[in-house]
């Protein structure tokens, strides 16, 4: 009686178990459905339309990768500002941003969806920092001749990506605007299944921004090991600005600037009190002001 007591109960958890990993399977598929952090070009322009912004998205392939990318304002603005979005993201996030005035007065915009976001090989990550920043060179150098001075804004993950173009390519950067940056190898959080969902059996399950910024998070500790003895070479300007309360990057990063940019001829670190993480979002006019600072001291 025992043990069909015990094969019976051992049924129930199993059964239990199935029902509970189909269940988990489809709420990642319906997550996967309706929240992808992106914005398709026909939702895009008619935003640009609606807020009379003078916006173009187009694509272009580099390394055997096709990339979408949005540049907004007049060509023959003062400079040049390209936005790198964090892990997960798009280039759709800084939409709104593009209709500010006082921007678009000065600048020319560029934004792009980084491999594996938005509609950029969506799922399909690249995990080389060396070789994302190659990718947005090939943009603002290639497809398009950028007008300098060109000011490069990187956020969260995006900022590693914004140094490493610095490092490689110092006649093309003129500046830095780093908001809240992940830049430190080893101060990146990690989870108990960030390495699980890298396995190939669970990975195809997970919803496609999720497993881009899974092995974005699981490569970062080793890519920005890779360019530590790079920072040095870096001569622009760089404002660094991040939330006092940021829960998602560690405030050490500003330690780590200030120990590595030390040939930066101006390097500004600001706190902002009672913020998170998404400053673009929440705290717009700093994150503009951050931008101004580092504009006054390369346009002279």
Known sequence: MQKRARRQWLRKILAISLVLVLLFIIACFIFDHYYQFRRDDQDLKKFYSANHINATIGYYQTQGRKLRYVTAGDENAKGTLVFLHGSPGSMSFYSRRFADKDILNKFRIFAVDRPGYGYSGFGHPEPSIQKQAEMVRVLIDSVYHAKHPIIVVGSSYGAAIAGRLAMDYPNLVDGLVLT????????????????????????????????????????????????????????????????????????????????????????????????????AQFEWPRFKEAIWKVYEKVSH
Not at 190 to 201: D, L, M, Q
Not at 228 to 241: D, F, H, M, R, S
Not at 243 to 266: M, Q
Request: overall charge positive; glycine content about 6%; aromatic content about 12%.
């Open 180 to 279: 809240g940056p992940a830049i430190g190898p080893g101060l990146e959080k990690y989870f108990w299944f960030t390495y699980v969902i890298e396995s190939p059996a669970v990975r195809w399950v997970i919803p496609r921004m999720f497993r881009s910024a899974n092995t974005e998070k699981v490569n970062h500790k080793k890519e920005l090991e890779k360019m530590l003895p790079y920072w040095k070479n870096i001569q622009v300007p760089v404002a660094y600005l991040q939330g006092e309360n940021d829960e998602i990057v560690d405030t050490a990063n500003a330690d780590f600037a200030r120990k590595h940019l030390i040939n930066a001829p101006y390097l500004d670190i600001q706190f902002v009190k009672g913020r998170g993480h998404r400053l």
